[in-house]
């Protein structure tokens, strides 16, 4: 995501903000995520969305104008599922939560929801300390928005993807690998269901297949995009049937710093 101010080459943000217990919703008050917030609501008003996808810069970009070619490869894999991305940059879960909580899923009664949350609070680090109470804290944030998304949503079948691998510092993949077993124990297989495909990103030892995320070695390059597309295909056809003719979602929105 890119910020009014910031330079163009930027990551999720990640530390650019206070860490505050994940399960509690807390606010971005950045002009620029709170136009967001405010196109967002308009989203959730528009349209028939059937498959919501949540989650902060790695979800966003997928869905968004201001990345043109990725929008390209959402519209190849979801157009006719009514899918519409609601994932905001530089997000941790917390944020996520103040979110969902200030009404950017009321009204929509989705059939499916995609969530992936939670690389921004694992941070680029590990604490000296260990990483046990950052663990419990991003499980604990996980199953806040899980809890709250049944509670607004309590038709739809939630896709709890996995954090995905990152590079930028190996140190982070233990950390990223127990909360992502947390999270799979979050998961009863009906209403939601746990997807993983680090396995198909990643090595035996953790490292990026080439190709999958781009330089940064976090943020999914169109390959590693569309092997999430793959993974979520079968579900989507599953619950809802093929894709339809027409396209009754909302059109996509964009970074507002990003308007000329």
Not at 186 to 198: E, M, P
Not at 201 to 212: S, W
Not at 233 to 244: A, D, R, S, W
């Amino acid at each position: 995501m890119r910020m009014a101010g910031t330079p163009a080459v930027l990551l999720c943000a990640i530390g650019a903000f206070a860490q505050g217990p994940a399960d509690q919703p807390a606010a971005r008050t950045d002009q620029n995520s709170l136009t967001a917030h405010a196109q967002l609501l308009e989203k959730a008003r528009q349209g028939r969305i059937d498959i919501y996808f949540e989650g902060d810069s790695i979800t966003r970009r997928w869905g968004a104008t201001d990345y043109p070619e990725l929008l390209a490869n959402w519209n190849q894999n979801f157009l006719g599922w009514n899918a519409a991305d609601f994932g905001w940059g530089a997000d941790k879960i917390e944020n996520i939560l103040w979110r969902l909580t200030n009404g950017e899923l009321d009204g929509v009664h989705p059939k499916i929801i995609v969530l992936l949350a939670g690389t921004n609070n694992v941070g680029k680090t590990v604490p000296r300390e260990g990483d046990d109470a950052k663990v419990a804290d991003v499980t604990k944030g996980l199953k806040a928005v899980l809890g709250l998304l049944r509670a607004k949503a309590p038709n739809a079948t939630i896709i709890a993807t996995a954090i995905f691998p990152r590079n930028d510092n190996m140190a982070v993949m233990p950390t990223i690998d127990k909360v992502n077993r947390n999270l799979s124990k979050l998961a009863d297989g009906r209403k939601i269901r746990y997807l993983n495909i680090n396995a198909s990103l990643v090595d035996q030892d953790g490292k990026l297949f080439d190709g999958m995320m781009n330089a940064d070695k976090l943020h999914p390059a169109i390959p590693g995009y569309q092997v999430w597309a793959d993974a979520l295909k079968p579900i989507f056809t599953e619950l809802l049937g093929p894709p339809g003719k027409q396209d009754y979602a909302p059109p996509p929105t964009g970074d507002p710093s990003a308007r000329r």
